[in-house]
């Protein structure tokens, strides 16, 4: 998620801390959904920070976190952090001898990087192509640059426009996405909700 000082000035960062809350309470609303999914979130900002917000949490107990926007945009950190993070959490599933499903991975942003990506965005097409994951890049706002995110992407899934006010019409679609996973066995296609009423019509 996007912290920086930017979100702030626009008034984004209210919309992303009510969306966060309908995440959280709309997943919490499906049994097979509070059993099978866990979230983590991940902030940028300040002084190129990153933040760990939530650690990988069952729907169930997961409670919105707040965030707050001041700084810059530390991208390409962002994201080395969350797939070490998602390794990390396989492995976790693997010694215990758990099942899983490839993990989805949103990376929002409303501005510019202000660190280097090209090394990590390398790394994150290469896991995508492995399969280890699947990332959504979601820029906020009609003016921003999807550039920098299109170079997390692989070719069959580029970047998407998310209007500033639909943020949570973009959780809902969220939410709605991963209680279909939920109940889907492991192997099999899930179906994404249609995402037509929160992605820009500039697109």
């Not at 992303?16 to 959904?33: I, R």
């Not at 933040?51 to 919105?64: H, M, N, P, Y």
């Not at 921003?144 to 500033?164: A, H, I, M, W």
Request: with cysteine.
């Amino acid at each position: 998620m996007d912290g920086s000082l930017s979100m702030g000035h626009s008034g984004a960062i209210a919309d992303l801390n009510e969306g966060l809350k309908l995440l959280a309470a709309d997943l919490k609303d499906d049994d097979d959904a509070c059993d099978a999914v866990q979230v983590a979130i991940i902030r940028m900002g300040d002084d190129d920070q990153v933040e760990t917000l939530v650690s990988f949490t069952d729907a169930a107990d997961f409670q919105a976190p707040a965030v707050r926007a001041n700084g810059s945009t530390p991208l390409g950190k962002a994201v080395d952090m969350a797939m070490s993070m998602i390794e990390d959490q396989k492995q976790r599933y693997r010694q215990a001898g758990v099942t899983y499903k490839r993990p989805w991975l949103f990376v929002m942003s409303d501005g510019e990087p202000t660190d280097e990506i090209q090394e990590v965005a390398s790394r994150a097409r290469q896991a995508q192509d492995d399969k280890r994951f699947i990332l959504w890049a979601i820029g906020i706002g009609r003016q921003v640059n999807l550039g920098p995110l299109s170079q997390f992407c692989t070719s069959d899934r580029q970047p998407v426009r998310l209007e500033q006010s639909k943020f949570k019409e973009m959780f809902k679609w969220m939410s709605e996405s991963a209680k279909s996973g939920s109940k889907k066995a492991s192997g099999q296609q899930v179906a994404m909700a249609n995402p037509s009423g929160w992605m820009s019509a500039a697109l």
